[in-house]
């Protein structure tokens, strides 16, 4: 597959997310969010908590469940702080992952730790 082509997926499974966030009740804050330490795919925002949402899409859904490194999952929980003090001083910060395999629901995790 070419940069291109990913680039595109990648795009493509961003969007599902996104829908299938807004389809939960979540406000889409910012996407494709460039911070110094991680670019974040998606921060949505819902009753006091900011998410910082990591979008995962591989051919099976264990797959995407566990494709977050956990150096990447540092780096995501140092941006959904610094985004949630942007965003306000009550809110509750969180990394959640959207894993995504063709032919299957999306599945939100929330808290992923």
Do not use: C, N, Y
């Amino acid at each position: 597959m070419s940069r291109r082509d990913a680039e595109r997926r990648g795009r493509r499974a961003e969007q599902v997310a996104a829908l299938f966030l807004m389809l939960k009740g979540w406000r889409i804050v910012a996407r494709r969010r460039r911070l110094p330490m991680i670019e974040v795919d998606i921060v949505a925002r819902r009753a006091g908590v900011v998410a910082v949402v990591e979008v995962k899409q591989r051919t099976t859904l264990e797959g995407a469940m566990g494709a977050l490194a956990p150096e990447a999952a540092a780096r995501l929980r140092a941006a959904a702080r610094q985004i949630a003090a942007e965003q306000g001083p009550d809110l509750v910060a969180r990394v959640d992952l959207i894993a995504l395999a063709p032919g299957r629901w999306p599945r939100h995790i929330a808290g992923v730790e």
